[in-house]
């Protein structure tokens, strides 16, 4: 869930930051009780007491560190249950309070309401793509058959899983030729994943699911054998509480590498590697654009780099076995590797090896020795985000200037750049095409965009608009976006995005969001969002998104300056950003509220306690 939280004032003429947390904009203050109360539309709030366990503490590395909300991570507790339910009816409380919140949901789930599609991607010979008519809980999938100018069928609708809406599709993979479609539901926000299969012939009995279910599933992608009997996924052992999946707390340990045959049970599956030793590490199967190989990428936290082994298939004449014995390419974790393509042994990866900003590399399997050969250099500038062979020997890159997103086209073999495609300023939101496909699919958006899906034929060398999405009485023309770069504690330039009414006058108290993430390599860039565009609609208002660093926008050097003992920098360009919105009088600290996610969770968190 994303919360909104307060950025309340700043002390001493703007020398320092404080603020408490709530789910709301204004100011409010600590009573000697710990009772927290806050003033806003003429009203008085007394904030939910929870209490403190000062007695928990313990030791770290040397150090003593007290957490005396402990108790709340035990989500099963009474008191924990209670906490929550406090909580939501107190935020319950003020937001009924506000006097235009229906005119407010009106507007929001009018502008909401719009038809989003997906990017077409082929298999087998047949085209399919997302589709949702605007608030459907869940995108359904539809087939073309044969050709992008059929009549669509609706192939799959995760609607109809459950009443409420809640049964999501969380992953899916089509068999090479298209005969079998296998996918992933999770329910109610579990990471939990039970994959069924059906066929792709979409008449009602094909519709109907084989028998294979394959339970505990997590973090994986299903990848098919070239052959279509089976696939490979990445499981955890079933948890000691299994009866409702997605509550339990325990860390992901002890993940397996598994191949299931279709038509067998899932007890009958193959364990094609665990390392109990390292119980911590997760794992990425994948297969070869050949059918030939396992390619392994072995991971054991959430930063860029990886362990890379490969197995040929041609040893064991194509059949599966238990703990394969793999080519360990990469034995480490001093980098990221990231499979594209392979010619017969000839492998090419997309990687930071020795590049921050990333490369394209290549590995011959039979001369180990050369070890990694640059195919593609790292960009003086720019960071490599994304990599795919299309029409068997066209190289597909995106590049990110300045969190601004484009295309280019190499030669593979050679690594020569042929063209560069002309687009919006703004994000390339997915690339989809195939080795043995003559086009690919691309879908840009922006702030203000809410996506335009492009195609591009390599036989004509053309680039067209395949399908551009709408939004009723939405009209970008009375909006715009700025990009400025904003002087951080150590002087280092932060881009910051501006979405406002066009034209406005800034007098110093224009109602503010500010948005930020900042970690884990994770770019923010521009993307259409309703929520935001209706805040400032709705409050002739301004979002700022800080592209603050822990985020990957210019590459690996950005996402180090951001993490375990630099993480200070993170919550130090948010606030420089907060500090520049208020000394550019765009808005003053009662009107300015900081927003984060996850991680932006962790930083907000951390600049509503500072006081710098």
């Not at 909300?69 to 935020?91: C, G, H, I, M």
């Not at 409380?93 to 009106?106: D, G, M, N, T, V």
């Amino acid at each position: 869930m994303r919360l909104i939280y307060p950025f309340s004032h700043f002390y001493k003429s703007f020398q320092g930051l404080s603020c408490r947390n709530l789910r709301a904009f204004r100011v409010f203050k600590k009573t000697s009780s710990c009772s927290r109360v806050i003033s806003d539309m003429s009203l008085t709030w007394n904030y939910p007491v929870t209490r403190r366990d000062e007695s928990f503490v313990e030791e770290l590395h040397g150090i003593k560190v007290a957490d005396p909300y402990r108790w709340l991570e035990n989500p099963d507790s009474e008191e924990t249950k209670a906490f929550v339910d406090a909580q939501n009816a107190f935020t319950d409380k003020f937001f009924e309070s506000y006097p235009y919140r229906e005119k407010f949901r009106e507007t929001l789930t009018e502008i909401y309401d719009y038809e989003k599609y997906g990017c077409p991607r082929k298999h087998g010979n047949h085209y399919y793509y997302f589709h949702n008519t605007g608030l459907q809980p869940q995108s359904v999938l539809y087939q073309l058959k044969n050709s992008l100018d059929s009549p669509r069928d609706e192939f799959f609708n995760p609607n109809t899983l459950e009443a409420d809406g809640t049964a999501a599709l969380n992953t899916y993979s089509f068999s090479e030729h298209g005969k079998y479609f296998a996918y992933g539901i999770s329910k109610s926000g579990s990471d939990w994943v039970t994959i069924h299969v059906r066929k792709t012939e979409n008449d009602e009995q094909n519709k109907i699911p084989l028998d294979d279910v394959v339970e505990w599933v997590k973090f994986s992608s299903i990848e098919w054998t070239h052959d279509e009997a089976g696939f490979f996924y990445n499981r955890y052992p079933e948890p000691e509480k299994s009866d409702d999946k997605g509550t339990e707390t325990d860390t992901n340990l002890n993940a397996m590498v598994c191949y299931h045959k279709l038509g067998t049970s899932q007890s009958d599956d193959i364990l094609v590697y665990k390392d109990p030793s390292n119980p911590e590490y997760m794992y990425d199967p994948s297969i070869s654009t050949d059918g030939r190989y396992i390619i392994l990428k072995i991971s054991k936290d959430c930063n860029p780099v990886n362990k890379l082994w490969v197995f040929d298939l041609e040893k064991t004449n194509r059949r599966i076995i238990e703990n394969f014995d793999f080519l360990k390419i990469v034995d480490n974790f001093d980098a990221e590797f990231d499979y594209i393509t392979n010619d017969e042994t000839t492998f090419y990866f997309k990687t930071n090896l020795n590049a921050p900003r990333y490369k394209i590399v290549k590995y011959d399997l039979t001369r180990p020795d050369d070890g990694f050969t640059e195919i593609i250099k790292e960009h003086p500038i720019d960071v490599l985000s994304f990599a795919s062979v299309i029409a068997e020997s066209n190289l597909v890159l995106t590049y990110m200037h300045d969190v601004k997103e484009k295309i280019s086209i190499y030669t593979l073999s050679t690594g020569k750049h042929n063209k560069d495609l002309p687009i919006p300023i703004g994000s390339i939101e997915i690339i989809t095409g195939r080795r043995e496909d003559t086009e690919f699919f691309f879908k840009f958006v922006s702030f203000l965009n809410p996506g335009v899906i492009y195609r591009y034929d390599f036989t004509k060398e053309t680039l067209s608009e395949y399908r551009a999405t709408e939004v009723r009485r939405f009209n970008s023309d009375l909006f715009e976006t700025k990009q400025v770069f904003v002087e951080s504690k150590d002087k280092t330039k932060i881009p910051v995005f501006i979405i406002s009414p066009k034209h406005i006058t800034y007098n110093g108290d224009t109602p503010t969001l500010l948005y930020g993430y900042g970690g884990f390599n994770i770019n923010i860039t521009p993307a259409f969002s309703t929520s935001w565009l209706n805040f400032i609609r709705h409050y002739n208002a301004v979002v700022a998104v800080a592209n603050i660093r822990g985020g990957g926008e210019y590459g690996e050097e950005w996402h180090k300056a951001g993490m375990l003992h630099n993480k200070q920098n993170v919550f130090d360009d948010f606030q420089s950003v907060a500090k520049w919105l208020v000394d550019n009088k765009i808005t003053c600290p009662k009107k300015l509220a900081i927003n984060g996610g996850s991680n932006g969770g962790l930083l907000v968190g951390a600049c509503i306690n500072q006081i710098i």
